[in-house]
């Protein structure tokens, strides 16, 4: 079991800055990869990026350029940083992990993830 907890959202003008973090705690595993969902009110949820315990890195191609992943692993957090945001980035914003079978496993946005975390609100005003 991995549990997750998100925080850092809140409510900024279109232009701002908000950094989301992801607490991960259970159990910890060799290969994974962590990401960042996204689901906005009648919208099915969608992957805004992924991070994968080699180092590699996926991101949608609407965020690319203004939100940045990372993680720390001394802390068993993930990260969010969100720059120049804009209306349409409005929505529930949700960690989740998944664990791979070895280093190179593949995973992108699209992958099915096994873990979620409960959620951080993200509301950008025009």
């Known amino acids: 079991q991995v549990q997750l907890v998100e925080s850092g959202g809140g409510s900024v003008q279109a232009g701002g800055s908000l950094r989301l973090s992801c607490a991960a705690s259970g159990n910890t595993y060799r290969w994974y990869c962590m990401g960042w969902f996204r689901q906005a009110p009648g919208k099915e949820r969608a992957g805004v990026a992924v991070i994968v315990s080699d180092g590699r890195i996926r991101y949608a191609d609407s965020v690319k350029g203004r939100f940045t992943i990372a993680q720390d692993n001394d802390k068993n957090t993930l990260y969010l940083e969100m720059n120049s945001l804009k209306p349409e980035d409005t929505a529930m914003y949700y960690c989740?992990?998944?664990?791979?079978?070895?280093?190179?496993?593949?995973?992108?946005?699209?992958?099915?993830?096994?873990?979620w975390g409960q959620g951080t609100q993200v509301t950008v005003s025009s």
């Open positions: 989740a992990v998944k664990r791979l079978v070895w280093s190179g496993s593949p995973c992108s946005i699209d992958s099915v993830f096994g873990y």
